[in-house]
């Protein structure tokens, strides 16, 4: 399950179930949304992008939905798998000006 | 394609000594660089945007004295961290945007630097 507080987020899950992470942007005029896994002592990677005229987009065991609504973004992971477990950023962006991070989620996989 | 690379990737340095940290585009040409700093367990803040042939721009907050950021090519943006002290201790990341319009930044690995 998840868990707020002084520490990160962290969302638990065992191996091969589907993983839902999800992010509150606080800006209605941001356009382009990106999430990165980062593992530990490394840089942000790339996982999937959408632009704010999508409310979906799918790419290869990962989904992004964007709920403009709520500014609400969830990234799901498909067959969860230990190479997964990292911190999930949610990015924001508005028309080209610099990204804004979310605070991160730690994603557990468990054997 | 799209590679970004950093150095070092891990400095210890002495309390009141400088530190540089060199930010590449290795395949691509970046106007634009951005430095974050990342301290444990938090999210990536970023400090500055720096703009090749001119002055960068620095987040409210960042002392631009304290973090020189030198962006002389296209390829090649530096943060040079003066005068360090223990509290500056944390992973610095550079991000770069390519010229080619994308709107994705490329991270690099990142740096760790600890001030003794």
């Known amino acids: 399950g998840e868990s707020v507080g002084l520490h990160l987020p962290t969302l638990s899950v065992q191996e091969g179930d589907n993983s839902i992470i999800n992010c509150a942007y606080s800006?209605?005029?941001?356009?382009?949304f990106i999430w990165y896994k980062q593992e530990s002592g490394k840089g942000p990677q790339f996982i999937i992008d959408?632009?704010?005229?999508?409310d979906k987009r799918q790419g290869q065991r990962v989904t992004v939905l964007l709920n403009k609504t709520v500014k609400h973004l969830s990234l799901q992971i498909a067959a969860t798998q230990p190479g997964d477990s990292a911190v999930y950023f949610c990015a924001e962006n508005n028309y080209g000006q610099n990204f804004v991070f979310g605070p991160g989620t730690r994603l557990s996989v468990l054997p | 394609g799209a590679v970004v690379s950093q150095h070092p990737s891990r400095v210890i340095c002495k309390s009141g000594t400088s530190v540089k940290i060199e930010c590449r585009s290795l395949d691509f040409q970046a106007t634009t660089m951005f430095w974050y700093r990342q301290f444990p367990k938090q999210s990536l803040m970023l400090m500055a945007t720096?703009?090749?042939?001119?002055?960068?721009?620095?987040e409210q907050g960042v002392e631009k004295d304290k973090f020189l950021i030198n962006h002389a090519s296209l390829t090649l943006s530096t943060l040079t961290v003066t005068s360090a002290h223990p509290e500056d201790s944390s992973f610095y990341i550079c991000?770069?945007?390519?010229?080619?319009?994308?709107?994705?930044?490329?991270f690099g690995p990142g740096t760790r630097l600890t001030v003794l």
């Open positions: 959408i632009r704010s005229n999508m």
């Open positions: 720096s703009n090749e042939g001119s002055k960068a721009t620095y």
């Open positions: 991000s770069a945007r390519d010229n080619r319009g994308l709107d994705e930044q490329f």
């Open positions: 800006n209605s005029a941001s356009d382009y």
